[in-house]
């Protein structure tokens, strides 16, 4: 370095890359040429090598080159930048930690099974999301339901992708999501399914007394504590259809939560059990113990007519399986065929 200058080769061997990593950087503008030689070659000052070192420490923690741009046009790293991306290193891991424990999964299984399994967890995006989990509740809550009240109840009833999945919880997932995403029994029919008899309540009425109820209910199982849980249930039917809440009234809520009844519900709650952190309710299981207190209320005998050991109303998500691990029609409920995938 006579001249106290670096061609492309001396430099690019002194930063341990490759002439044509440095000649890329260059043709980008990151790295400044200090002059040109007689013969028309690049030039370098000390002051390039240590932008290019900067460089590869930007890239070796993944930083795409227009973000390299950035953060040597504002001579350092930007907070956002870091943030940005922090967000995508959790992404790929939490990808990583699903695709593990999927292939767990797939290990864990006879051989027999292994393709059907591996379709079923392909169709999982890695890392998991919601979305279809929220499109189907879309598709079968009450039309007239007030956007706000949607939210709520797609906020209790929408269980979060595993944080730590084991294989168990995987195949969980992916047995819910392959549910949700089939079609509807009944096709478009079943969108405008109701609790209630359409036009003869007021749906936001009656999920905001639900929501009051499966809240009570909850406090109930944490205390051991009746808490009122069964009257705030009885009293958002009657209220969202403008009745009082009288003993004929309740001996007629029993069939009307038994013509809800739905084997897509209730395997729907046995799925998404397990995949619920141990303080959030289940209201799919709140919902079952309200109805068979209600049930046992009005007359045990009732049970032969109006079987409630499994109900679902349409829209509110709160039908659940017996804990026999049998479906309500005697069929296994474990398992069950959706567009040709395990479910």
Do not use: N
Not at 85 to 101: C, M, N
Not at 141 to 161: D, E, Q, T, Y
Not at 193 to 215: F, K, M, N, S
Not at 296 to 323: I, K, Q, S, W
């Amino acid at each position: 370095m006579s001249d106290g200058l670096w061609s492309i080769g001396e430099l690019a061997a002194r930063a341990d890359v490759t002439v044509k990593t440095v000649r890329y950087y260059s043709d980008r503008g990151l790295l400044p040429e200090a002059a040109r030689s007689s013969g028309g070659h690049r030039r370098y000052g000390p002051g390039a090598l240590d932008r290019l070192r900067l460089i590869r420490s930007l890239r070796a923690l993944d930083l795409p080159v227009p973000e390299v741009e950035r953060v040597l046009d504002r001579d350092g790293v930007p907070a956002e930048v870091i943030a940005d991306r922090l967000r995508d290193v959790g992404s790929r891991l939490a990808a990583l930690r699903w695709q593990e424990a999927a292939l767990r999964s797939l290990q864990e299984c006879p051989a027999g099974e292994r393709a059907d399994r591996a379709r079923l967890l392909g169709a999982v995006p890695a890392p998991p999301d919601t979305d279809a989990v929220v499109r189907f509740w879309r598709r079968i809550l009450p039309v007239r339901l007030s956007g706000r009240v949607v939210s709520l109840v797609l906020g209790a009833v929408v269980p979060p992708p595993p944080a730590e999945p084991s294989p168990a919880r995987v195949l969980d997932f992916a047995r819910l999501h392959a549910l949700v995403s089939g079609p509807l029994p009944g096709g478009a029919a079943c969108r405008r399914a109701q609790p209630l008899p359409e036009g003869a309540y007021r749906p936001d009425v009656l999920y905001e007394g639900l929501a009051e109820a499966y809240a009570l209910a909850g406090a109930e199982e944490r205390t051991g504590q009746s808490g009122g849980a069964l009257e705030c249930f009885v009293s958002a039917y009657a209220t969202a259809q403008g009745v009082r809440d009288t003993p004929d009234f309740r001996r007629g809520l029993v069939p009307v939560l038994a013509r809800a009844d739905s084997a897509l519900i209730r395997r729907y709650w046995k799925l998404a059990d397990g995949l619920f952190g141990p303080d959030e309710p289940v209201l799919g299981a709140l919902h079952h113990r309200l109805s068979v207190a209600l049930l046992h209320e009005v007359g045990g005998h009732e049970a032969g007519r109006h079987p409630l050991g499994g109900h679902a109303t349409d829209g509110h998500a709160v039908g659940r399986h017996a804990d026999d691990g049998h479906e309500a029609d005697g069929h296994e409920a474990g398992r069950r065929s959706l567009d040709g995938h395990e479910v």
